[in-house]
């Protein structure tokens, strides 16, 4: 997708009268101020609502959502060109235990975003190029001089998703505490037949993002969690957000819950290491998802022509299915809808949605008129299988920017 063409000055226009519309009537303490999209004061608590206006409408949005959806808890923050719209939490935690803004969860692929942008960051230095072969880094991958690191990024690559592998979901299911190492899960994709050739399709696989990270370290010889922490987190001031090597949650944590395995169970330490690249492992608050939505999807720490790419990497059809890449794992193309380099672009909305283990959560940025979503939530008994945080951002941004629709995906 090639970024909306607004000039600064349509920018500037159309993101002061959206502020204007969300806080109308807002009494001035519910402001936070212009830090949204650029590091949050600390702590992040819940703002002040009006009795009525877009900040009450949003609210309403997510006890509807809760209810209809039976979520045990819903987290939200807005933002607007930096300025606070909303942040707020409905549901516990755990039971008697309210969530509240401040709780820390797991983001899953949001990360996988950084590790795109890290990759670009390395680009605009001269380090990398898009398409030099990941082989030379990582000499021991099977094909390694015809895959990119375009390829792994965009996940095009043609490895399949071990995480669709029977005996992997089987082993997830039996023991959710196991430690997975890289080269385990990385194992699991390589010794089955490609779904197609590197470049000449799309399909998401976990091994791809894998083995970006690995390749990350090789070329800067670097911990790829501080390699994130330098060319990501600290740039966009993300304070809350962190890797970890074990399985635990910083204080205060966000309890999950799911019936994965057939009954309804707490999830909360289960064992993330298979997610994504080891480094990459990250839990957040909802205040620095909002900011990373903005810093992420703005493209603000990438030049104009490595943020095209991000969003837009030429990326092989979003997936034609054939026998060995269905439907179900390839998504079928739309103009609307497309992966760019570690980033989902729906519609006009640059964004990622985790959900594994009873945590769902959607970081979304409309780069026209600057507005941040940021939603995550918990499961109760009876909550169906599904990205109940996607759900959510789309009725907000239908609420707040009604001719930009997040478009479903998958």
Known sequence: MTPPRTTPRTRRAAAAALVALVTLGAPAAAAVGPAGDAGHRRPCVASRLPDAGPARD???????????????????????????????????????????????????????????????????????????????????????????????????????????????????????????????????????????????????????????????????????????????LGPLRLRETRNGFTPDIPEPALHAFTSDRGTYEESSFWNPSWTTAPGAVETTDICDLASSAAGIGSGRLLSPASYREFLNPGTVGLGHATAKCPATVCLAQTEATHYGLGVLVLGDWVSQHPLFFGYSASQAYLPSERLSIAVSTTNGPDAAAGHSAHLIAQRIAAALAPAHPIPDFG
């Open 58 to 232: 949003v609210l309403r949005i997510a006890e509807r959502a809760k209810a209809e959806m039976d979520l045990k808890s819903v987290i939200l923050r807005v933002t607007v060109d930096g300025r606070e719209v909303v942040t707020t939490a409905l549901g516990e935690s755990m039971t008697g235990v309210p969530a509240t803004p401040a709780l820390h969860f797991r983001n899953g692929n949001i990360a996988i975003s950084y590790m795109g942008t890290a990759l670009l960051r390395l680009v605009d230095r001269g380090t990398v190029r898009l398409d030099d072969p990941v082989g030379r880094w990582l000499p021991g991958l099977k094909d390694g001089d015809r895959i990119t690191l375009r390829m792994l990024a965009a996940s095009t690559t043609g490895l399949v998703d071990y995480v669709r592998l029977p005996a992997f979901q089987q082993a997830v299911s039996a023991d959710p505490f196991r430690q997975w190492p890289a080269e385990e899960v990385v194992r699991l994709s390589t010794s089955q037949e490609r779904w197609y050739e590197p470049g000449t399709d799309w399909s998401y696989s976990h091994a791809n993002f894998v083995l970006l990270g690995a390749a990350l370290e090789k070329i800067t010889g670097t911990r790829l969690d501080v390699l994130l922490q330098r060319e990501v």
